[in-house]
């Protein structure tokens, strides 16, 4: 059975930090675009980050560049989202997800594998 599964989540004040994992299972993940979503109540599930298979390619978007990095560990199977100075807007249930395919993927669509999030909040 393929699994990913969010953790890190939590509730920090504005200007605080916090670390996502996704750790994947059931099958190797390592030829995959990995990718960072996030769904505010009453809006879409809009990308926030996306790895390339190797690490070497990233997309970020512009409401999080420069505050946010994905990463991954492919001996692990596990991809990371490291949060710093958030902001109440970042407040939205994350879900990491696997996209076959060697390069970035950036449309929802092709994401075939989901893990069923963790809450992040940010409070002022």
């Known amino acids: 059975q393929v699994q990913l599964v969010e953790s890190g989540g939590g509730l920090v004040q504005a200007g605080g930090s916090l670390r996502l994992s996704c750790a994947a299972s059931?099958?190797?993940?390592?030829?995959?675009?990995m990718g960072w979503f996030r769904q505010a109540p009453g809006k879409e599930r809009d990308i926030v980050a996306a790895?390339?298979?190797?690490?070497?390619?990233?997309y970020y978007a512009d409401s999080v560049k420069g505050r946010f990095t994905i990463s991954r560990d492919n001996a692990k199977n596990t991809a990371y989202l490291q949060m710093n100075n958030l902001k109440p807007e970042d407040t939205a249930v994350y879900y990491c997800?696997?996209?076959?395919?060697?390069?970035?993927?950036?449309?929802?669509?092709?994401?075939?594998?989901w893990g069923q999030g963790t809450q992040v909040t940010v409070s002022s």
């Open positions: 059931g099958r190797t993940f390592s030829r995959d675009s």
């Open positions: 997800a696997a996209a076959p395919g060697l390069w970035v993927e950036i449309t929802p669509g092709k994401y075939r594998y």
């Open positions: 790895i390339s298979w190797s690490g070497g390619s990233t």
